[in-house]
Every structure is written in C-alpha cells, then in structure tokens.
Nanobody, 123 residues
Framework: QVRLVESGGGLVQAGGSLRLSCAVS????????MGWFRQAPGKERDFVAA????????YYADSVKGRFTISRENAKNTVHLQMSSLKPEDTAVYYC????????????????WGQGTQVTVSS
C-alpha cells in the first residue's frame, strides 16, 4: 500500500510563494515517478508538474513554467513543488500523484494519489 500525504498549502497574497511537499510511504519511493495536479472548484483536475524517478526529467504546464519548480529528495521519500509569483488563478486543491511506470501530464498515468492540500491566492 502506497500512501501519499501533501502538506504546505495555505493562504497567500498574489505575488507570494508557497512550498508544497508530498511524503510517500509504503513502497520504494526512489523508483516512482511523481506528479502534481490541481483542481479548482467546478473545474477538472489539471496537470501542474511532473518529475521522473531519477529527477532527470521534469515537465511543467505552460501556465506555471518559470514560476513553479518541482524537485524530489529520494532519501527523504519526498517530492516538493516550489511555487512563486502566485496568482489568484493558481487557487485550487493541489494533489500529489505517483506511479512506478509512467510519468507525464495525464492524470490517468498515475495510480496513487494523495488527499490534496488547499492553496488560496488572494488578490
């Protein structure tokens, strides 16, 4: 059983920064590809960023390129999402996802999901 737990969400003003973390337990994290997705009220779950198991390949949605950075610490079984220059449209529940075989922008690629953490950006 793989368990993903997000943390670091909260309320921030536009232009501010937040760092989300996702702690993974239950299996060998090192071999898992990881992704971040977000879902705003009334909208579909959208891709934000992804990182391969080695950290050698990273992917970003166009809407967050240059503002968000995904990283991982395999020794700590943790993946991070550093968010800067936040905008009100970044407001959403952010979800961490993992999969041992696939990495990319489609949510169906990932078998394991966290419960989400709320990020609210005020204008």
């Amino acid at each position: 059983q793989v368990r993903l737990v997000e943390s670091g969400g909260g309320l921030v003003q536009a232009g501010g920064s937040l760092r989300l973390s996702c702690a993974v337990s239950g299996r060998t994290f090192r071999g898992y590809h990881m992704g971040w997705f977000r879902q705003a009220p009334g909208k579909e779950r959208d891709f934000v960023a992804a990182i391969s198991w080695s950290g050698g390949n990273v992917y970003y949605a166009d809407s967050v390129k240059g503002r968000f950075t995904i990283s991982r610490e395999n020794a700590k079984n943790t993946v991070h999402l550093q968010m800067s220059s936040l905008k009100p449209e970044d407001t959403a529940v952010y979800y961490c996802a993992g999969d041992p075989y696939r990495v990319g922008s489609r949510s169906t690629m990932y078998d394991y999901w966290g419960q989400g953490t709320q990020v609210t950006v005020s204008s």
